[in-house]
Structure formats: C-alpha cells, structure tokens
C-alpha cells in the first residue's frame, strides 16, 4: 500500500492555458474525492466518484472544471482556461466503503497550482 | 449544509505545555467527527475520529478529543507537546447516512516553541 499519488506535485500556468492533474488513489479503494484548498483556509469538497461514476458535485466546480475517472481506478482533473482565482492545492483522497474504516478519507499530497 | 470553525487560526505553545485545538460545528442531525494533521510540504493525516460510542477518542501519539454533542464542540487536546507537533490542525464533518464529502474547519497552526 502505498498510498494516494498525485502528480504533478507543482504546476505554473499561465492565464488561459489548460491544465490536468492525475490522481492514483490507493488499489482497492473504490471511492476517489477531489478537494480545492486555498491559503489560509481548509480543503473545500469538489467532487466524488465511486467507481467510474461521478455521483456529486459542488458548486464550486465550475464548467471549467472537469473530472473522470473512466475504469474507475486513477481520476484526472482538468481546469480549462485557468484563471489566477483557480491557484490553490488541489488534493485528492480516497476511501473504501467495504473495508473497516469505511468512513475515513486517505489524502494524497497535493498539486499545487499557481497561475500567472 | 454543515460547517466547522475552528477560531484559533494560531496557536504557540512551549514545549511540554499542554494544548487545545479548538473545533465547534453547525449541525442539528449526528456528525461523524475527525481530526486531520498536516505536516509541511505533506498530505493530512488521520489524527483521530469519532464515529459513535466513547466520546473520549484518543490517537497513538498521545493526542484526544472529546466529542460534546449539546456544545456541538469536538477539541483536540495533549497534556505535553513536543517540537515534533508543530503542524497544521484541521477539524472536519461528514453525515453519518452518505459518509461522502467532509467539510473542514480553516485549520489551526500549532507551533511548538523550544
């Protein structure tokens, strides 16, 4: 078990270029959650999938923003047309609802992401 | 939707003093309560959860917390830190009936002074 990947760590853009980060969550995790965190305050949901199924997202996921997670193990974010509103640290988690610890998110490291 | 404040945005404390992390949530349905730990340049870790029973939840590392449903708090305490606790501090709520999205407080940074 290694745990939650992402990749890249950083990444600078500039305004108006289109960005996409990659997420690994842990092998037999099948729920995957991505959340935004900017400075000075804690993460704020984005999205979740279970499996390949996008099954919620938030206001905050503007149509800029898109997710997948298509064989329902590794997701991938895409912001199109960055704006300097859209750095932050984009984290990505992942939870197993079968196993014992069902109700715990496991956290990857983060991409951070500064727009110019 | 629910929220978490924790209102002490810093907090220094001298090595091997005891400290309290702050946390109070809006919710008028049951919670389930954690408490995340974020390192530099890491990822949050688990620190502690609380998902029924006892409402002293406990860490390996010597942290606890005490769930207090009528004050709707959920402090995180240790009766002596050490340099090594110096982080950040996130308190964070999800519904026990989807267990999906948390919502997370905007942290604590605890530093630990020699």
């Known amino acids: 078990d290694t745990g939650v990947s992402q990749d890249p760590r950083h990444k600078i853009t500039k305004r108006g270029q289109n960005v996409t980060f990659r997420c690994d969550p842990i092998?037999?995790?099948?729920?995957l959650y991505w959340y935004r965190q900017t400075l000075g305050q804690g993460p704020e949901f984005l999205t979740y999938?279970?499996?390949?199924?996008?099954?919620?997202k938030s206001r905050l996921l503007s149509d800029r923003f898109s997710a997948e997670r298509p064989k329902g193990s590794f997701s991938t974010l895409e912001i199109q047309r960055t704006e300097q509103g859209d750095s932050a640290m984009y984290l990505c988690?992942?939870?197993?609802?079968?196993?014992?610890?069902?109700?715990?998110?496991?956290f990857g490291p983060g991409t951070r992401l500064t727009v110019t | 939707a629910q929220s978490v404040t924790q209102l002490d945005s810093q907090v220094p404390v001298f090595e091997e003093a005891p400290v309290e992390l702050r946390c109070n949530y809006s919710?008028?349905?049951?919670?389930?309560l954690f408490w995340y730990v974020q390192y530099p340049n890491q990822g949050l870790q688990l620190l502690l959860k609380?998902?029924?029973?006892?409402?002293l939840v406990e860490s390996i590392n010597g942290f606890e917390a005490e769930f207090n449903k009528s004050q709707t708090s959920f402090h995180l305490r240790k009766p002596s830190v050490h340099i090594s606790d110096t982080a950040e501090y996130f308190c964070?709520?999800?519904?026990?009936?989807?267990?999906?999205?948390?919502?997370f407080g905007t942290g604590t940074s605890l530093t630990v002074i020699p």
């Open positions: 999938f279970q499996n390949e199924a996008q099954l919620e």
């Open positions: 964070a709520v999800s519904d026990p009936n989807t267990g999906n999205q948390f919502y």
């Open positions: 988690a992942s939870s197993s609802p079968t196993s014992g610890r069902r109700y715990e998110q496991y």
């Open positions: 609380y998902l029924s029973g006892s409402t």
């Open positions: 092998s037999e995790h099948n729920r």
């Open positions: 919710s008028s349905v049951s919670v389930y």
